[in-house]
Structures are given as structure tokens and as C-alpha cells.
Nanobody
Framework: QVQLVESGGGLVQAGGSLRLSCAAS????????MGWFRQPPGKEREFVAA????????YFADSVKGRFNISRDNAKNMVYLQMNSLQPEDTAVYYC????????????????WGQGTQVTVSS
């Protein structure tokens, strides 16, 4: 049982960086794997990154590997997505999600979702 709220989105120039934050509420937060997804304009929601319950395993979409990093601080009930070398193709609404069952890259594997935060990258 978690509630998720994303923040940190905004407008950034190509090559720049942003850090998205996801604030979670719930006594069982540390039991959930966490993921970031994004939905570009006119496209379906796609997987970006995931992190397991203790933060020691991470997974990334090929499109962001080497540029993005996911981390979590269970003591603070926070999950982060550090985005570097941003490109216009990264423009999307970014969503934080929680998965108790350990799903990692599919939307339907996640039980809880935040409201999303807009990231816009200009060239």
C-alpha cells in the first residue's frame, strides 16, 4: 500500500540534467520494487528504469543506459531518477511506479502509480 508523488520535472536544454524525485507513503515501501516509466507525446508508456527493494539491483532501458540512474532511500521513502545528457527524444511525462510482485519493465506489473511529471528537452 503506497502512494506516489513525482516531482522535479521541467524544461531543460539538450545535454542538460534533471533529477526526478518520487515521494512514497506507506509502511511497506521497502518491500516494493520501484520503476520509472515515461510517455512521450503521442506514444505509449515505456519502461525507463527499475530498482529492487533494497536498491542493490537496477535495470535500464537501452535508450537511457549510461545516461540515467535510478536510486532509492528507503529511510526517506524516496526514489530518484537522475537524468543526464538529456535529448529531445527524452521529452515525456515521467511516472513513478511500485511493484510488490517484482515486475520490472511492463506497465501491468506495477500496482501503484504516481501522477506523473513533465520533462521537456529543447534542442
Amino acid at each position: 500500500q503506497v502512494q506516489l508523488v513525482e516531482s522535479g520535472g521541467g524544461l531543460v536544454q539538450a545535454g542538460g540534467s534533471l533529477r526526478l524525485s518520487c515521494a512514497a507513503s506507506g509502511r511497506t515501501f521497502s518491500s516494493y520494487a520501484m520503476g520509472w516509466f515515461r510517455q512521450p507525446p503521442g506514444k505509449e508508456r515505456e519502461f525507463v528504469a527499475a530498482i529492487n527493494w533494497n536498491g542493490r539491483s537496477t535495470y535500464f532501458a537501452d535508450s537511457v543506459k549510461g545516461r540515467f540512474n535510478i536510486s532509492r532511500d528507503n529511510a526517506k521513502n524516496m526514489v530518484y531518477l537522475q537524468m543526464n545528457s538529456l535529448q529531445p527524444e527524452d521529452t515525456a511525462v515521467y511516472y513513478c511506479a511500485a511493484s510488490l510482485g517484482g515486475g520490472w519493465s511492463r506497465t501491468w506489473e506495477y500496482e501503484y502509480w504516481g501522477q506523473g511529471t513533465q520533462v521537456t528537452v529543447s534542442s
